[in-house]
C-alpha cells in the first residue's frame, strides 16, 4: 500500500460528461502529479502541484483542470469527454521539492480507470 | 529539453539470465535525478531504484542496479538473475532539480521472462 487514494477506482461515462477524480496523498507528501497513460502507452505527465500551488504543466489539454486544497487532497477534472480520453489516471505524490534528504521518489495511487462510450 | 528515451519496446529474455533494460536522458539541469518503475499486469507502479545526478557511485538495490554512464547521459537498468515475477512493463524517469519538480517517464519496456 503506497499510502495514496485515488477514488474512483473505474468510471465509465459517454462522450460529451464530465468527471472528476479524486487523490488524497501519502501523509506529510506536499506535492501531487498527474499522470495519463493510455493504453499500452506510457505516462503522460498532465500536472503538478506543491502545497496548493500549481508547480509544472505537462500537456494537458484545455478541457482538463486540476487543483490541489488546503488539506493537499487533489482534482483532477474531465470535461466535454471524448473516446481518446479514455486512459488510466494516476496520481502520484512525493514529500516535495527535491533535496539531499529525500529522493522525490513517486508514491503511486492504485489509477482511476476512465472509460468513455 | 527534458526528455527520456526507451529504445526498446519489449524483450524476452531467459529465466534466471541477466537483462540490461536502455534508457537514455537529456536535460540541460545539472541537478537531476533517474528513477525506475516497474507496472505489472495488475496495473500497479512499483518504485525500483533512483539515482542522482552527483551520486558518485551506482546504485544499488537487491537484484536491481543502474548503469549510470553521465557523459553518455545514459541511466540502464540491470536486473540479475532474472525471475518470471519480473515480466512486467519497465519504465525510466527524470526528474530536474528544483525549483523545476517535474518528473517524465519513457514509453517504458515490457519485459517477458521465459521459463
Known amino acids: 500500500d503506497s499510502g495514496v487514494t485515488q477514488t474512483p477506482k473505474h468510471l465509465i461515462t459517454a462522450t460529451g460528461q464530465r468527471v472528476t477524480l479524486r487523490c488524497s496523498p501519502r501523509?506529510?507528501?506536499?506535492?501531487v502529479y498527474w499522470y495519463q497513460q493510455s493504453l499500452d502507452q506510457g505516462l503522460q505527465f498532465l500536472i503538478q502541484?506543491?502545497?496548493?500551488?500549481?508547480?509544472a504543466k505537462g500537456n494537458i489539454l484545455e478541457r482538463f483542470s486540476a487543483q490541489q486544497f488546503p488539506d493537499l487532497h487533489s482534482e483532477l477534472n474531465l470535461s466535454s469527454l471524448e473516446l481518446g480520453d479514455s486512459a488510466l489516471y494516476f496520481c502520484?505524490?512525493?514529500?516535495?521539492?527535491?533535496?539531499?534528504?529525500?529522493?522525490?521518489?513517486?508514491?503511486f495511487g492504485e489509477g482511476s480507470r476512465l472509460t468513455v462510450l | 529539453a527534458q526528455k527520456i528515451t526507451q529504445t526498446q519496446p519489449g524483450m524476452f529474455v531467459q529465466e534466471k539470465e541477466a537483462v540490461t533494460l536502455d534508457c537514455t536522458y537529456d536535460?540541460?539541469?545539472?541537478?537531476?535525478?533517474l528513477f525506475w518503475y516497474k507496472q505489472p499486469s495488475s496495473g500497479e507502479m512499483i518504485f525500483l531504484i533512483y539515482q542522482g545526478s552527483y551520486d558518485q557511485q551506482n546504485a544499488t538495490e537487491g537484484r536491481y542496479s543502474l548503469n549510470f554512464q553521465k557523459a553518455r547521459k545514459s541511466a540502464n537498468l540491470v536486473i540479475s538473475a532474472s525471475q518470471l515475477g519480473d515480466s512486467a512493463m519497465y519504465f525510466c524517469?527524470?526528474?530536474?532539480?528544483?525549483?523545476?519538480?517535474?518528473?517524465?517517464f519513457g514509453k517504458g519496456t515490457r519485459l517477458h521472462i521465459l521459463p
Open positions: 502541484y506543491y502545497n496548493g500551488e500549481e508547480r
Open positions: 501523509s506529510g507528501d506536499l506535492s
Open positions: 536535460t540541460s539541469d545539472p541537478s537531476y535525478g
Open positions: 524517469a527524470m526528474r530536474e532539480g528544483p525549483p523545476n519538480d517535474k518528473i517524465i
Open positions: 502520484a505524490s512525493s514529500v516535495g521539492t527535491s533535496g539531499v534528504e529525500s529522493t522525490g521518489e513517486l508514491f
